[in-house]
């Protein structure tokens, strides 16, 4: 059995986002039935509905940045109850039983984890994302927000700040270690709240100076332009961890330049086109270059405690459903500061 929801959805790739409805199951045995609140806008969003990433699934409704309430569950769910303030990210299933599920990494769970949106579930079902009125999800897939979160504000961390997190921790983002940020739009503006919170030395790299009175008010020491040439030559050999979050071209050899020996540069901003890379960039001093894809669920509440604990959230732009195709043109633009969120009321 199915229970019809309102929903926003695009038609066709690149068609202009409408109302719709979908059909959410009925609770299961393990299932969490949430009434959402809050719904972020990621870039990946647009990057889907376009199908700037490959052919996509249509009807779409996106949308992986989500919080809510928990309004029914299922008899074997032990973690909720109705009235928990909860989120859902990027994931919704994985197999749970391979090497990296099993490590607490089901996003790179070795089945492929079926994606909030704009993927097919192992019952053969189409997911559908968070611009809808409820979604319902495995308890294992959902995270409790705390309450020093509000929930409009924690929304975008279901993505962007687990995508930064992630990388943040595994390459050791602490006190002693200097990072460089490559762009200041949804994902950076986290990164460098969170690298900041870690302890760690924060530069923002950006192609002007438009953004830096806010990189150093989010706790950057450092804001440096890239269209200036000068930028790469100051600073080479400085950082230890380079985190790109933009998905627009880089010129990724004169980045690698600002490693020191062993440094990373990691990039969870995918662009839309193959990238060539002189592996000559790399050579100079056992650098390292690397992506990185959300984080496990262990990881994602790990992530929204710790944004909790140091008063960490994103700066959004709460909007209606009526303004989400503008708000796509203005994702792309870079007109945001620096996180759209949907009131799903607004449904």
């Given at each position: 059995m199915t229970t019809t929801v309102p929903a926003y959805a695009a038609p066709a790739a690149k068609a202009p986002l409408g109302p719709a409805t979908i059909e959410r199951r009925d609770v299961r045995e393990l299932d969490v039935r949430i009434a959402i609140t809050f719904v972020g806008i990621c870039h990946s969003d647009v990057h889907q509905a376009r199908e700037g990433w490959g052919t996509a699934l249509f009807p779409m409704v996106p949308g992986h940045e989500i919080t809510g309430i928990v309004t029914e569950t299922g008899p074997g769910v032990t973690a909720y109850r109705p009235g928990d303030r909860v989120g859902v990210?990027?994931?919704?299933?994985?197999?749970?039983v391979c090497e990296n599920c099993r490590a607490g990494l089901e996003q790179y769970c070795a089945e492929g984890p079926v994606w909030t949106y704009n993927a097919v579930g192992r019952?053969?079902?189409?997911?559908?994302?968070?611009?809808a009125q409820e979604i319902v999800v495995d308890e294992h897939f959902v995270v409790r927000i705390p309450d020093a979160l509000p929930l409009e504000t924690a929304a975008p961390l279901l993505c962007a700040g687990i995508t930064t997190y992630s990388p943040l921790r595994h390459w050791n983002a602490g006190p002693g270690r200097r990072v460089a940020v490559v762009g200041l739009g949804g994902l950076g503006h986290v990164a460098v709240r969170i690298g900041h919170a870690l302890g760690a030395e924060v530069t923002v790299l950006s192609r002007s100076l438009r953004k830096k009175d806010d990189g150093l008010r989010l706790g950057a020491v450092d804001y440096r332009a890239t269209a200036d040439p000068e930028t790469f030559e100051e600073l080479a050999g400085r950082f230890d961890l380079v985190l790109n979050t933009v998905s627009a071209p880089l010129d990724f050899a004169a980045h690698l330049g600002l490693l020191r020996t062993d440094g990373a540069l990691v990039s969870v901003g995918l662009p839309e086109q193959p990238v060539l890379l002189d592996l000559r960039a790399l050579n100079g001093g056992r650098r390292s270059l690397s992506t990185s894809s959300i984080g496990g669920i262990a990881e994602t509440q790990e992530m929204l405690d710790f944004c909790a604990a140091h008063g960490v959230a994103a700066e959004v732009e709460l909007i209606g459903v009526d303004r989400i195709n503008e708000a796509y043109d203005r994702v792309v633009a870079g007109d945001v500061r620096f996180r759209f969120v949907i009131d799903t009321a607004t449904l």
């Open positions: 990210g990027c994931m919704v299933e994985s197999c749970r019952d053969g079902q189409r997911t559908y994302g968070g611009y």
